[in-house]
């Protein structure tokens, strides 16, 4: 998305990014990102909070008739949860034992070879 | 304003170490992300109360033959698609997020507002807050090679936007 963003603002249209993976997008570097401190996968609010979804929404429209330069990121104030535990979860290392590693290397190779044929075929 | 400092713990999630670091405990080469020192940047020349504003999403169409694209899915590969789409805004379309890595440990997936903004998009256009949408919303596929993102898959968005006289765009992966 962020190469997406970037070509798009080049070539004269103005971008916001709504997303969760902080380091991710501005490692990319983009013109103007709305940051939520939510799991991957809640861009754009919280699930059935329509408040919670508009007022994120408002955030990056106002983002993007205000940003004074580019590389301009705004956190969202919203909370997942009061309690930030978790976000200790996501790739959580200390879960992995021996045999899960194997397990989820077995299941990564027939995942990519499902890819592989899946964009061949298309 | 309180005294108590955040737990240490309470800081934006490191994704690519920890990416880095689960691929390598697997015996996997790590991935490299795009990065760029500098970005571009075009002011909103239009009032958003005028402007004509598009969404692009990662998000997947339901494909009845692709196996379980559900809030439980596991990571389904499948799912996938290689090529830019585009789709009628005013058709409830139904997106689905299981072919990418979202946190699976805390989020269920079953509100697609909560990864696809377009009924807040269409709010904000009657609200008077945004001028109009373009008939269609993208589809930005999420490949892997960066390649093919920057000479296919990025010009593609680009010239759908032109086509629809976008004035602004609103990006969001899931």
Known sequence: ?122 | MSAVFAEDHDVPIPYMQRTREYYLALGFRPYRWAHFVEAPFTPLRVPLERARVTLITTAAPFQPEAGDQGPRAPYNAGAKFYQVYSAPVDDKPDLRISHVGYDRVNTVPEDINAYFPLTRLQEAVAAGRIGSLTPRFHGAPTNRSHRVTMETDVPELLRRCREDGADAAVLVPS
């Open chain 1, 1 to 122: 998305m962020g190469l997406a963003a970037r070509h798009l603002e080049a070539n004269g249209i103005p971008t916001v990014i709504m997303g969760c993976a902080k380091d991710i997008v501005e490692h990319c570097g983009v013109p103007r990102f709305l940051w939520s401190d939510f799991p991957l996968g809640n861009s754009a609010g919280k699930p059935f909070d329509a408040d919670s979804q508009a007022r994120t929404l408002e955030l990056a429209l106002r983002l993007l008739e205000s940003a004074p330069a580019s590389r301009t990121t705004v956190q969202s104030p919203l909370r997942w949860r009061e309690d930030a535990s978790w976000k200790r979860d996501y790739l959580d290392l200390s879960t992995l034992t021996p045999e899960k590693i194997a397990e989820r290397r077995k299941e990564f190779d027939e995942v990519k070879a499902v890819a592989k044929s899946k964009r061949e075929g298309t």
